[in-house]
């Protein structure tokens, strides 16, 4: 079912690993094209060109696109009880996770009379994004803003696609147990739009009848190609968190691990999308051939077995067979996977020796969709390789550094000479004259 891609005997360079390794495709760009005319629309027609869309693609006209109160209202009440006692295990979590990212403003004395302060400031407005094509994301809800609330932003919008299917007091809505995870979580502006659209009636605010969404400074969540190719159109105008590819796995085991947990979870992410990548590093062959023999059997016995069928035979897939675990570790660097799994003997130490990865979960009984929903980290994480240089959604992500400069006239005295230097190294003369300008014409 996987492609197998053998490494072995095989020293190969980052740039030959990262052309091997498999990985999906993901054409921003050609969406583009698309994408762009609907953004404009947006902003030239408001929320007249939000509804088309929204009936365009999403083949419904909400009856007003902000969800009013008693709908959130009515959402909660009609919430599982058992789903709302697993949402609230996920928000306390995510809590208590993420208000230890919370940071402090420090104070550098640099110079007697001389301080630099760095302040860290939320940002005033965010929009969370929150999917809504093949699955309902409630988990996604808890992930976006509990980070934003604890940040101290002060003003958080949702928006998540109407859903064709909403009957009754939902009819036109997000999906309920969106709408009711935001209830839970006290987001009371919620707006009824998905894909490229929300993005854009982020960006650019927009009125409808009495509501107002206001323009917003970030948007954050997941999100199909549309959503990705208009974060990066309207990067600039707006602040954005990441470009979130299709969600992506690898595993690094080795004959130590259990081939029928493997195979489940590489099956949990194939679930989600038929371009999701679900990716075994191992040099154990034999634990590879059990691991095929296990898919063999779990595949079509889960409910969307012909969408993790085609993920796991996509080339995005594939089971990559490695000297040792030196070798492997220098695959799932160079990978730089969303999700990463350690299954090996020590595997704390292992995962120790990992530098690039979205999130670790280290050994048997930490399996990714632990991770989805209730172990206290955050799931919104990069894909497509940028884990070797980003980082998932957190406190930090709704936060600004803002260095405050505080300086006596002693100690920009003091500095003068070295700063009207570089200044005219620069070939910036008047830089040092408005420093001079200060401290009597002397440096």
């Known amino acids: 079912m996987m492609v197998r891609t053998d490494l072995r005997g095989r ?49 419904v006209r909400a009856p007003h696109l902000r969800v009013p109160a008693d709908v959130l209202a009515a959402a909660l009440a009609a919430l599982d009880p058992q789903v709302s006692a697993a949402l609230d295990v996920a928000i306390e979590r995510a809590r208590a996770v993420h208000r230890d990212q919370s940071r402090k403003d420090t104070t550098t004395t640099v110079a007697p009379g001389g301080t630099v302060c760095e302040r860290w400031v939320p940002v005033d407005r965010v929009g969370l994004y929150v999917p809504g ?28 696609p109407p859903q064709r299917e909403n009957t009754g007091v939902f009819a036109g809505y997000p999906h ?5 995870a935001c209830a839970l979580l006290g987001i009371e502006e919620v707006w009824t739009m998905g894909g490229a659209h929300a993005v854009a009636g982020f960006a650019y ?29 309207l990067k600039g105008l707006i602040g954005i968190d990441a470009e979130a590819g299709p969600t992506e796995i690898a595993i690094l085991a080795d004959s130590s691990a259990d081939a029928d947990l493997v ?11 038929p371009l999701a990548a679900s990716v075994l590093v191992t040099d154990s062959e034999e634990l590879a051939a059990a691991t095929e023999l296990a898919l063999a059997a779990r595949v079509p016995a889960t409910k969307h077995s012909e969408r993790v069928a085609e993920a796991l035979r996509g080339p995005q897939s594939g089971i990559v067979l ?9 695959v799932v660097n160079t990978y730089a996977a969303e999700h990463l799994e350690i299954m090996t003997d020590d595997a704390a130490a292992v995962a120790a020796r990992v530098r690039n990865a979205g999130a670790i979960f280290v050994g048997p009984f930490a399996p990714v969709s632990l991770g989805d929903y209730a172990a206290g980290s955050n799931h919104v994480l990069p894909t497509g390789g940028c884990a070797c240089h980003s ?28 700063v009207v230097a570089l200044a005219n190294a620069e070939d910036l003369p008047a830089h040092g ?10 440096p």
């Open 133 to 160: 094509g093949r699955a309902v994301y409630p988990s996604s809800v808890v992930m976006n803003v509990v980070p934003a609330q604890i940040a101290g932003v002060g003003s958080l919008a949702v928006a998540s």
């Open 11 to 59: 020293a190969l360079s980052a740039r030959e690993l990262r052309r091997i390794v498999p990985r999906a495709a993901f054409d921003v760009d050609a969406a583009m094209a698309d994408v762009r005319p609907i953004c404009e629309a947006v902003r030239d027609r408001g929320a007249v060109a939000v509804q088309d869309f929204s009936e365009r693609f999403d083949g």
């Open 433 to 442: 004259e408005a420093v001079l300008a200060r401290t009597g014409g002397l």
């Open 391 to 418: 980082g998932g959604l957190s406190v930090q992500t709704f936060l600004r550094g803002i260095h405050v400069v505080t300086y006596s006239e002693a100690a920009l005295r003091e500095v003068a000479p070295h």
């Open 176 to 180: 309920p147990t969106i709408l009711a």
């Open 205 to 233: 605010g927009f009125a409808d009848g009495d509501d107002t969404c206001e323009p917003v400074a970030l948007v954050t969540g997941p999100g199909n190609i549309y959503v990705v190719a208009a974060k990066r159109l």
């Open 322 to 330: 490695v000297d040792d675990l030196d070798q492997g570790l220098d």
């Open 263 to 273: 195979a489940a979870d590489l099956i949990s992410q194939a679930e989600h999308d």
